[in-house]
C-alpha cells in the first residue's frame, strides 16, 4: 500500500514538474538569488526533473510487481535501475552548463 502512495506520489511530481511547474521544489533553485535564477533555463531544469521522477516511479513498479509475483530478481532489477537513474540524475544535473541560459 506505501508503495502505491510512492508511486503515485512521483508520478504526480514528474508530470507537475513535466508541465513546467514546480521549480520551487527544486532543491538549490529554489534558494538561489534572483540573479542567479536568471542564469538558468527554468523549463529544461523542470522537464529534466520531471522525466526523472517518471522513471524512478516506473522502476518503483518493478518493486511492485516482484511483491505481486513474489519475484526477487524483479525487486533487483528495480532497485538497480532506481540506483542507476539516481546517479545519472546527479552527475548530468551537475554539469551546470547544461542547463545555462544561452
Known amino acids: 500500500m506505501l508503495l502505491c502512495i510512492g508511486i503515485l506520489s512521483f508520478t504526480v511530481l514528474g508530470v507537475f514538474l513535466l508541465n513546467g511547474k514546480g521549480t520551487f521544489l527544486i532543491a538549490g533553485y529554489n534558494t538561489s538569488s534572483k540573479e542567479e535564477k536568471a542564469k538558468y533555463d527554468k523549463l529544461a531544469l523542470s522537464k529534466f526533473y520531471g ?8 522502476s518503483m513498479v518493478f518493486w511492485l510487481l516482484s511483491d505481486i509475483l513474489q519475484n526477487n530478481s524483479l525487486f533487483i532489477i528495480g532497485l538497480i535501475l532506481f540506483i542507476s537513474i539516481i546517479v545519472f540524475s546527479l552527475v548530468y544535473s551537475n554539469l551546470g552548463i ?4 544561452e
Open 98 to 101: 547544461l542547463f545555462k541560459k
Open 51 to 58: 522525466k526523472t521522477f517518471l522513471a524512478l516511479s516506473g
